[in-house]
């Protein structure tokens, strides 16, 4: 086992054991494996830096390494595609810990021989492999305690280079085991070019998650910095009224640029909230809810949830409207009330025909002061013609009545 602060700078002897250079850097390729194999070092022979390969040198250890041939190619280094530098690239930089749930500073990186080469085996984040880093080559001692983070629960590395797309690839997996609301906090501790970075590297469906966990202005500077196409991907996945939220947020001719991009349905949804004022009920409404007719029976809007392509987050309650192709709303019942209720029954038998519910003119503040008044997970908004045109869920209802430092602590209760 090797760290990388002790063979940088160690001296590169020939066949002859003659040194004729010194170890300036350690190249590693990026890829789908777990632990990056040491593909070479950068060696640096009187200001200039040249590439020895893997294959080309032996011995490598805290006094340095031996070439193997006596022939010695002085060309220029130059990165190629999946290429990292150890100590250039992830040294001193930052890293999401995976197992951790943190984002840590890379003090030290640690190599381990596995067979016939070298690889990353974990990063060191403890004090000691700063000061590791400092002390004269062999004055500190290798066996004080330190911490080391397994490589394959590395999530991120923040890296300045043009390869980070590379490692973003074998990243994706490692970040989406962690929840939405995680990923976002994390990736708020880093800077926005490595923010949208961690962003760009889910899939759409966890992106658009992400995203939702994060403040309005957050969201919409990611967006403005992703190319257009992939944004207005993570746009369609996103619940039309956050989709609303930051798009509001942008420049309007960067919104409306996005805005065109999206599928028509999505954008449909988008444009209907779209002309609402935001402090009012049909501002903070979503079009995501299920209804069905109320001459179903409980069986057959059962069996009906389960045919759906697509179902919203929010699905606690159901909304029972007149008939078919209608919006006129008669009624609601809980998700649990449906599955307790007899199949044969009728949704017009068992629904409430009672509830509370907003205009889309209505206040949002006093909107929110109902939901929380009557412990309601969503209320409808129906229009003046007694259609429901949407449903304020509690998540979004809190955010005006909860103080602005306590509202970015409020679990999304549907995602």
Request: charged share 30%; hydrophobic share 40%.
């Amino acid at each position: 086992m090797l760290y990388v602060s002790q063979i940088v700078s160690r001296p590169i002897f020939d066949t002859r054991k003659e040194k004729i250079a010194v170890i300036n850097d350690v190249v590693v390729r990026y890829g789908d494996e777990e632990y990056p194999p040491v593909v070479g070092l950068v060696a640096r022979y009187r200001r200039r830096n040249f590439f020895i390969p893997s294959r080309d040198f032996t011995d490598l250890g805290v006094h340095g390494a031996t070439l193997v041939s006596a022939i010695l190619d002085l060309t220029p280094f130059i990165r190629q595609e999946g290429e990292v530098l150890l100590g250039k690239d992830v040294l001193d930089n930052q890293l999401i810990d995976v197992d951790g749930k943190r984002v840590v500073r890379v003090n030290d990186v640690q190599l381990i021989e596995a067979g016939d080469m070298w690889r990353v085996s974990g990063a060191d984040v403890s004090l000691q492999g700063f000061v590791r880093r400092l002390m004269p080559k062999g004055f500190y001692g290798s066996d004080r305690p330190v911490e080391v983070i397994d490589w394959a629960d590395v999530g991120y590395l923040a890296t300045d280079t043009t390869t980070v797309t590379v490692q973003l690839k074998s990243s994706k997996d490692k970040l989406s085991r962690l929840h939405p609301v995680e990923i976002a906090q994390l990736a708020e501790t880093l800077s926005p070019i490595h923010r949208t970075e961690v962003v760009e590297s889910l899939d759409d469906e966890i992106a658009a998650d992400t995203l939702e966990e994060m403040s309005t202005e957050a969201q919409a500077r990611i967006l403005e910095d992703m190319d257009q196409e992939r944004a207005a991907d993570i746009l369609e996945e996103m619940s039309p009224d956050d989709a609303v939220d930051v798009l509001d947020e942008m420049d309007d001719q960067k919104a409306q640029e996005l805005f065109d991009l999206m599928e028509e349905d999505e954008k449909a949804d988008v444009a209907e909230l779209m002309h609402f004022e935001h402090d009012t009920a049909g501002g903070l409404m979503t079009t995501e809810f299920v209804v069905f007719p109320k001459d179903l029976t409980a069986g057959e809007t059962i069996a009906g949830l389960r045919e759906m392509a697509e179902t919203p987050n929010m699905i606690y309650y159901l909304y029972v409207v007149e008939e078919e192709d209608s919006w006129k709303l008669c009624g609601l019942i809980s998700l649990r009330s449906l599955i307790l209720a007899d199949p044969t029954r009728k949704l017009e038998e068992v629904m409430r025909t009672e509830f509370r519910f907003a205009h889309p003119s209505d206040a949002a503040e006093e909107v929110a002061q109902t939901i929380s008044e009557y412990n309601l997970l969503a209320l409808p908004v129906i229009d003046d013609d007694g259609d429901i045109a949407g449903i304020v869920t509690v998540d979004d209802a809190m955010e005006f009545l909860l103080p602005k430092n306590l509202q970015r602590r409020l679990p999304r209760l549907f995602s």
